[in-house]
């Protein structure tokens, strides 16, 4: 079993920074491939970034390469997902999952979700 805690949410401007961070629970996590998702108001939950246990490789989506950089530091087991230039359309409630797969967006354990919210 594994939780996860997120935080780092809250109300920014256009334009402006965010960095959440995902707490997890358990001796393994440094086992596991991490990701961060998102889901707006009206729409389906989906991937924003992913990374590999070792964090050596990392995956974005097409909205948000460039922005968005995912990391993690093992030893504190904790996940984080660096946020710039954010805009409007970034609005939503961001949720770190465990992995099953790095390539899947496939997860086993949810995190409660942080809420982010972009004004324009």
């Known amino acids: 079993q594994v939780q996860l805690v997120e935080s780092g949410g809250g109300l920014v401007q256009a334009g402006g920074s965010l960095r959440l961070s995902c707490a997890a629970s358990?001796?393994?996590?440094?086992?596991?491939?991490m990701g961060w998702f998102r889901q707006a108001p009206g729409r389906e939950r989906e991937s924003v970034a992913g990374?590999?246990?070792?964090?050596?490789?990392?995956r974005y989506a097409d909205s948000v390469k460039g922005r968005f950089t995912i990391s993690r530091d093992n030893a504190k087991n904790m996940v984080y997902l660096q946020m710039n230039s954010l805009k409007a359309e970034d609005t939503a409630v961001y949720y770190c999952?465990?992995?099953?797969?790095?390539?899947?967006?496939?997860?086993?354990?949810w995190g409660q979700g942080t809420q982010v919210t972009v004004s324009s």
């Open positions: 358990g001796r393994t996590f440094s086992s596991y491939h």
């Open positions: 999952g465990v992995l099953t797969k790095y390539l899947a967006d496939e997860v086993d354990y």
């Open positions: 990374i590999t246990w070792s964090g050596g490789r990392t």
